[in-house]
């Protein structure tokens, strides 16, 4: 089912979990009449086209600056093992093909323009940092809600949107420009991303487009069906993508001048490759984030499906499903795991208790953790709550109620 697009901030009505706006429909049709008409190339997948293109204006060497040969080399497997997959597997329809090619894109020239800045200014990776708190949880277990809440408090720093995808800074500082365009074009192609995620261009965010900028697996799972690259990102050594992740850390904390302050990170690949993170951040303070599986499932798979549905017309609801309920199996092994050998400090926040009592469930968390928890981080906490009151996000919850009832009557029919 196909909704209408529309200009309005508000909402459209959501169908069924695999339903997208009609503008997606009509750029897929004039894009493939563009190719066949020769009005414009088909953009390539190919890792040796991708690099050419994106490598222009970059000397040979930006490649391994501020990098060994092993993590360049990293790299380039991931990058050919993800366009093999993208070719192969991903059935991508035009429009995804493109937004494809666009991130492999921005992928490869970030890395360049990052090894160029670091062989430049090879201070930046030695900035000082304070040991960070990391929230750990599956994606859709409250991690957004608890990362925000820790990131108010005027005693810890955090990432903003506009830097985790705009990861190389500048002396004039477009990034929020640049992102807030970004997200009003996504917001053009899927009306119901902010139901989704609570977006916004300057505000604290996850750290997944670092991630992006190393190709590791998790930022592309959940938007393509790639199962030989998933594959391939769960068996092989991150460590990597870790010390890639850990350089721009260092590098935003030093232009941001708040390495001093513990930054609270969250993405939902800290519970799959816990270990490899503590590595680089033995000091760290761990926050939990608990909820019950079927809740996260359900929620994880409306989710994928809203961004896969865009970039292929070939999306299977069950497989989504099943595979989403081998991954959230899968992060829960490897954080039992990794904690069992952590000697750190561990709070733990369940899902219902902080929805019931957010103000006790962070007062807890605190004290879990031997932190102050102050008056001025109460106050900025309180107004996070409020802000987040009137995001569409709220909405998100009647829509996956509305998927089961839909799923009920069509069942109850087929009966």
Not at 174 to 189: E, H, V, W
Request: net charge neutral; proline share 6%.
């Amino acid at each position: 089912m196909r909704a209408q697009s529309s200009s309005s901030p508000v909402p459209l009505p959501r169908p069924h979990p695999l339903a997208r706006a009609q503008l997606v429909d009509r750029l897929n049709a004039a894009l493939d009449n563009s190719w066949r008409r020769g009005w414009l190339s088909e953009p390539t997948l190919d890792p040796g086209e991708l690099w050419d293109k994106a490598a222009r204006g970059f000397a040979e060497e930006d490649e391994l600056g501020g990098r060994s040969e092993e993590d360049a080399l990293d790299f380039r497997q991931r990058l050919d093992a993800l366009s093999a997959a993208l070719r192969d597997e991903a059935q991508l329809n035009p429009l995804g093909r493109t937004m494809a090619h666009g991130q492999m894109v921005r992928a490869i020239r970030q890395r360049l323009a990052l090894g160029r800045m670091w062989r430049d200014r090879p201070e930046l990776l030695r900035t000082p940092l304070a040991p960070p708190i990391l929230v750990v949880g599956q994606m859709r277990a409250g991690t957004t809600r608890l990362h925000r809440l820790l990131a108010a408090d005027p005693a810890h720093a955090a990432t903003r949107f506009c830097d985790s995808w705009h990861p190389v800074p500048s002396r004039f500082d477009t990034r929020p420009i640049l992102s807030g365009f970004a997200l009003f074009m996504a917001r053009r192609i899927d009306p119901w991303i902010d139901t989704l995620h609570p977006f916004g261009a300057a505000r604290h965010d996850e750290e997944l487009g670092w991630l992006a900028s190393a190709l590791d697996h998790s930022t592309y799972e959940a938007q393509w069906r790639i199962p030989s690259y998933v594959a391939l990102g769960e068996s092989r050594d991150p460590s990597p993508v870790w010390r890639e992740f850990a350089r721009i850390l260092r590098t935003d904390a030093a232009h941001r001048r708040n390495g001093h302050l513990p930054r609270v990170m969250k993405v939902p690949q800290f519970s799959e490759q816990l270990d490899p993170l503590l590595a680089q951040f033995p000091g760290a303070r761990v926050v939990l984030a608990e909820r019950a599986d079927a809740a996260v499932i359900r929620s994880s798979a409306s989710l994928v499906a809203n961004q896969m549905t865009i970039q292929s017309d070939d999306c299977d609801m069950g497989w989504i499903e099943a595979e989403w309920t081998r991954k959230i199996a899968l992060r829960h092994s490897r954080t039992e795991a990794a904690l069992r050998k952590f000697a750190g400090k561990v709070a733990t926040a369940d899902f219902d208790r902080l929805s019931a009592d957010w103000s006790a469930s962070i007062t807890d968390i605190y004290r879990q953790l031997g932190m102050d928890h102050s008056e001025a981080a109460q106050t900025a906490m309180t107004r996070e709550m409020r802000l987040a009151a009137n995001s569409p996000h709220v909405g998100h919850a009647a829509q996956l109620d509305s998927f089961a009832k839909d799923l009920g009557r069509a069942a109850a029919k087929r009966a």
